[in-house]
């Protein structure tokens, strides 16, 4: 699979198999996460795993029951937790690089995921405060987002993208390619 490919196969899956992860599968994922860059190489990024059935339940409960993520978390056999630590990046004319930094890492991990044939979904939409408090995240440390990581038991199509045209210029702002 080239690059292009991964990216295309990558989708946000919500659903899974009841199959362990392999640890060898784990181990790529996660070094793919530690090898991505940061501000002044500061690698704000911190991933707590969790596997076990009352910590994903735990996990689910701090989103909303509307949520389309809420089930994948309990589905999965593993849930991943992006935290970031914001003495480790900077914000920048206003322009906080610890969001990007641990972004970057977790897409790392998301494609990496992607790559070994497991699912991702991305999960943004939760009480900071309740998985804080779940997993015993100190107050200096940012909950910023969460996966499902396993066997999905689903294939979905391609989600719409914005027309390259409208994401792309050339030579200035609005300038056409
Ligand atoms: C930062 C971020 C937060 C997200 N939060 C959620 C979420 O809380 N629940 C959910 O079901 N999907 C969530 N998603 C998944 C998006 O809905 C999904 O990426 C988008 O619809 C495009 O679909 P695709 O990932 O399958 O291409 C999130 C994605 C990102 C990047």
Known sequence: MNFLELAQARRSLRTYLDKP???????YILESAR???SWKNLQCWRFVLVEDTAGRKALA???SESNPGRKALMGAPMVIVLCAVPSESEV???KDFMML???????HLVLAAT?????????????EEKV?????????????AMTPLGYAAEERRPRPRKA???IVFHGKWGGLV
């Not at 992860?21 to 181990?27: G, M, T």
């Not at 804080?132 to 910023?144: I, S």
Request: aromatic share 6%; glycine share 12%; hydrophobic share 40%.
């Open 21 to 27: 992860i392999e640890q060898e599968k784990l181990e």
């Open 35 to 37: 090898l991505a860059p």
């Open 61 to 63: 409960e701090c989103m």
């Open 92 to 94: 920048w004319e206003g």
């Open 101 to 107: 930094d641990a972004g970057l890492a977790m897409e």
């Open 115 to 127: 790559d070994q044939g497991l699912g991702t979904c991305w999960q943004g939409l939760f009480s």
């Open 132 to 144: 804080r408090e779940a997993l015993d995240v100190p107050g200096n440390v940012r909950v910023v």
């Open 164 to 166: 390259m045209a409208e």
